[in-house]
């Protein structure tokens, strides 16, 4: 059963929703039936997925690095004045 994103078009709520046959879902929060289904990250294939995961993670080790590089610079700092 596929799992879709759907926004309402009359409150703007998201929520996910699981599509069955040919029904269609209804905003949890008003109870419309006016909504736009919004690409879900099931869409992405395992290759975009694991490019994007690597992505994150080296975005992840370059702002660790940075902020040692930052936390060294203030010790540095520090006992220079001292
Ligand atoms: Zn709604």
Redesign the pocket.
Known sequence: MPLYDFR?R??H?EFEALVRGGDTPR?P??G?ADLERLLSTFALNTDERRQAAARDSRKRQIRANRDKVIADEEYRQKHDKE
């Open positions: 309402c009359s409150c709520h905003c929060a008003c419309g």
